[in-house]
């Protein structure tokens, strides 16, 4: 197996171990997807809530509290550092709309190797 194909499917893998099943649908939450890009979270937040018109409601929701204690419980984690906002969740649409608004490299290499595509 050639190195880049190697990488790819590590990344790929990545990937897949941070996507989660809520409300029927396949997301990655603005934490996992802030890290990968290499973004603070709030600074992508910040650049989804100047280009909200682009995040149809089927692109992204907001967790509510039982759905992040169920997460939470899921994981195996007891603490996510004090939350003060529920966690975004992106549907495929939305990791795609997000790449495009993101001032980074990371986000456009990301969808030149089609990550997302593992949906």
């Known amino acids: 197996m050639a190195k ?4 790819l499917l590590v990344a790929e ?3 897949l171990n941070k996507m989660y099943a809520i409300r029927g649908e396949k997301v990655m939450l603005d934490k996992d997807l802030s890290a990968m890009y290499g973004v ?3 600074q992508m937040k910040r650049q989804v809530k100047r280009n909200i018109d682009r995040f149809l409601k089927d692109f992204m929701f907001a ?4 759905e992040f204690e169920n997460l939470r419980s899921q994981i195996g984690t007891s603490s996510w550092g004090g939350v003060r906002y529920m966690p975004m969740a992106f549907t495929e649409q939305g990791v795609a709309m997000l790449s495009s608004i993101l001032n980074s490299e ?3 290499l990301i969808n030149q ?5 593992v949906y």
């Open 40 to 42: 603070e979270t709030k």
């Open 113 to 117: 190797l089609e990550i997302a595509s």
């Open 13 to 15: 893998q990545k990937v």
């Open 106 to 108: 990371i986000p456009v």
């Open 63 to 66: 967790l509510t509290r039982k």
């Open 4 to 7: 880049k194909e190697l990488q």
